[in-house]
């Protein structure tokens, strides 16, 4: 492997290690917030409880994201210098502003939250741990507002052959960001939904503590079949606005090599898809102009007639991404994105029917559920980054010119394999530390969790040490 290669290993690595923990903070710290408005709504102690127990899985959660994503940022000036060097002025007024603000602001709130229990009133801590999920959120936002740059480039200008921002209002109202950003909070939700969902049906089945397991499956179900709506929807509208900005990746994802009006959808193509050598393919008629115009009828532009228009715009050069990549993660996306829709709306019915005395094997399948939206999470940014190579930012710099030419390639070699064992070791500390508390759940009588809410606390952080 060359230079560039292993770059693009490296960070792809430590970006969907990382990525594991990002979606389930977003929705995860709302739902907690959720639960303690509740509780201090009704006063009742059940929400209390529920509150503790989902905060306590949180918190592990949110510190292996801290920890996984400081490294990320690092990459841009070891491994990518050439890329902070050219679009530096404009990537890093995001970055700068989700770490000045948002994270620091989630960061010391969260510390309120933790040792604040029975000395600030009610709803005053309730405020903090709304400020912690308002804080996660924005920090996504920002974080979003430079990949969307990435994507398509807004509110620039070129001086000594770098890009340097002439409209800040650009970049905050860039359109692929307002299809993007909903995307991944929705995604967030649906995640955190399915997290609470599994885990309450393992204590249902063993009848722990069913009250509170029986109302967290509830809130869940409900949140997550709107979240699991809405992220299908605004899935829709981010593939119109790739049919518009990113024609190629579209047709990567669908393995279109020649240009079609009507375009097909095809539900399954095996074969070389690097080269169409189509060994089977069911397609179904005129889908996939209805996915990107909203009718039966309009062009959807092939591979090769984009490979031809973008060699003219840019110049010679290979403008093709691995299809086979970008094929088969987005397929992954949807088709579990739909085994997650049928699953919440089975949950819906279960709820909105009362019925929690059901057959042992309808529990085990939503605690299995509990890694689907980590699959779809995972093959949806990939998908979303693989489909845009060869471009770093699209339509300004290639991969190879972003990769820093000075860093030995031993050294990118070595730092690869200690990361990615690193990473490896804390997504098992991780794991280990989410089942074991998971399985713990609340304790039956009420004075074991409400004595010493902070001890609990301080004990969670030294098990996460």
């Known amino acids: 492997m060359d230079l560039l290669m292993l770059s693009r290993l490296q ?36 929400y209390k409880q529920m509150t503790k127990f989902w905060g306590k899985l949180f918190l592990i959660n949110f510190a292996m994201g801290v920890v996984t994503g400081i490294v990320q940022e690092f990459q841009f000036g070891m491994n990518w210098s050439e890329f902070s060097r050219y679009v530096g002025d404009i990537f890093g007024v995001p970055l700068a502003i989700e770490a000045l603000l948002a994270f620091f602001l989630e960061s010391v709130f969260l510390g309120v939250w933790i040792f604040g229990w029975d000395k600030l009133s ?17 920090s996504a936002f ?47 939700f649906t995640t955190a939904a399915f997290f609470i969902m599994g885990i309450s049906a393992y204590h249902l089945m063993r009848k722990h503590n069913p009250d509170v397991f029986q109302r967290s499956f509830q809130i869940a179900a409900i949140i997550g079949s ?176 972003g990769v820093s030419i000075v860093v030995p390639i031993g050294v990118v070699a070595t730092s690869l394999i200690v990361y990615t064992i690193t990473y490896a070791a804390l997504m098992g500390a991780d794991i280990y530390l989410l089942r074991k508390f998971a399985k713990i759940g609340v304790p039956e009588s009420r004075d074991d969790v409400t004595d010493t809410p902070a001890e609990e606390n301080l004990s969670l952080i030294g098990a996460q040490d």
């Open 226 to 401: 709107i979240s699991i709506i809405l992220l299908g929807l605004i899935g829709h509208d981010q593939a119109q606005h790739m049919v518009e900005t990113q024609p190629m990746k579209m047709a990567a994802a669908e393995a279109l090599w020649t240009t079609e009006d009507p375009a097909s959808f095809s539900i399954l193509t095996i074969g070389d898809l690097s080269q169409r050598n189509e060994v089977f393919s069911i397609r179904l008629p005129r889908l996939l102009s209805l996915m990107s115009f909203s009718q039966i009828d309009g062009e959807v532009k092939g591979i090769y007639d984009l490979q031809e228009e973008y060699t003219q715009l840019y110049g010679p050069g290979d403008y093709i991404p691995p299809v086979a990549f970008v094929y088969w993660s987005f397929r992954i996306m949807v088709g579990v994105g739909t085994l997650l829709m049928l699953l919440a709306f089975v949950g819906l019915f279960l709820v909105m029917a009362g019925v929690f005395e059901v057959r042992t094997i309808i529990y085990k399948i939503f605690m299995l559920a509990i890694l689907l939206p980590y699959l779809a999470n995972s093959a949806g940014w990939i998908m979303t980054e693989v489909g845009r190579v060869p471009w770093l930012v699209f339509g300004l710099m290639v991969l190879r010119d």
């Open 122 to 138: 009610k709803g005053l801590h309730a405020a903090t741990i709304w400020i912690v999920a308002i804080g996660a959120n924005i």
């Open 142 to 188: 920002w974080i979003l507002v430079a990949n969307s740059f990435m994507q398509q480039p807004v509110g620039y200008i070129v001086q000594e052959g770098r890009l340097v921002l002439e409209r800040f209002s650009d970049l905050i109202f860039n359109p692929n960001l307002w299809v993007q950003f909903p995307h991944t909070i929705t995604a967030g």
């Open 11 to 46: 960070f792809a690595i430590t970006t969907v290690y990382h990525f594991f923990f990002v979606p389930l903070t977003l929705g995860l710290s709302v739902m907690v917030a959720l639960m303690e408005t509740i509780y201090v709504i009704t006063n009742q102690e059940v």
